[in-house]
T-cell receptor, first 115, second 114 residues
């Protein structure tokens, strides 16, 4: 399809394990966002890419969280030494970037459960 | 810096009644404002947006919102609720710089009574 694709849709892991979440944005979208959504809450900003570079990573909660977008398209959110508090739905969104007023197109999210 | 506050985590209205979901924003620069909707088991989708120009903006499914700078508000309304409007609604704000991130409110769950 032509929308934002996120994999896996569900991930169950044990505390202390390493996790990677993948986002494939809409073709041609230069801006890519990662958000985290806990139950009953709004999306919480994590990081924003413009092209290959992180334009704003002020939302990453600590150094266990890292994200890359090496070729300016697909992005991977990496979480080291997972904790139970990391359990949430991780949302990816893309937009046209600088020429756009900010409309985001969201994927359906990756639900992470840390046991 | 930008932020939004959504008043009321849960709103319940009867089918056919007026829907009013409240959003107040804080922004140090002229903002862009958005309403997103999240239906059960679906991703967020844009309902409507305010950028510049007309302060009353119309969106999909009969929703509209009015930007009121003096009140720093961007409330969402629909004259007559339909059962299919039951969903979670999020107000969001960003600055006008291309480097600005989009900040979401905590959401309002809309329930429709038959």
């Amino acid at each position: 399809g032509a929308g934002v694709s996120q994999t896996p849709s569900n991930k169950v892991t044990e505390k202390g394990k390493y996790v990677e979440l993948r986002c494939d944005p809409i073709s041609g979208h230069t801006a890519l966002y990662w958000y985290r959504q806990s139950l009953g809450q709004g999306p919480e900003f994590l990081i924003y890419f413009q092209g290959t570079g992180a334009a704003d990573d002020s939302g990453l909660p600590n150094d266990r969280f890292f994200a890359v977008r090496p070729e300016g398209s697909v992005s991977t959110l990496k979480i080291q030494r997972t904790e139970r508090g990391d359990s949430a739905v991780y949302l990816c969104a893309s937009s046209l970037g600088q020429i756009n007023t900010g409309e985001l197109f969201f994927g359906e999210g990756s639900r992470l459960t840390v046991l | 810096a930008q932020s939004v506050t959504q008043l009321g985590s849960h709103v319940s209205v009867s089918e056919g009644a007026l829907v009013l979901l409240r959003c107040n924003y804080s922004s140090s620069v002229p903002p862009y404002l958005f309403w997103y909707v999240q239906y059960p088991n679906q991703g967020l989708q844009l309902l409507l947006k305010y950028t510049t120009g007309a302060t009353l903006v119309k969106g999909i499914n009969g929703f509209e919102a009015e930007f009121k700078k003096s009140e720093t508000s961007f409330h969402l309304t629909k004259p007559s609720a339909h059962m299919s409007d039951a969903a979670e609604y999020f107000c969001a704000v960003r600055g006008t710089s291309s480097a600005s991130k989009i900040i979401f409110g905590s959401g309002t769950r809309l329930s429709i009574r038959p």
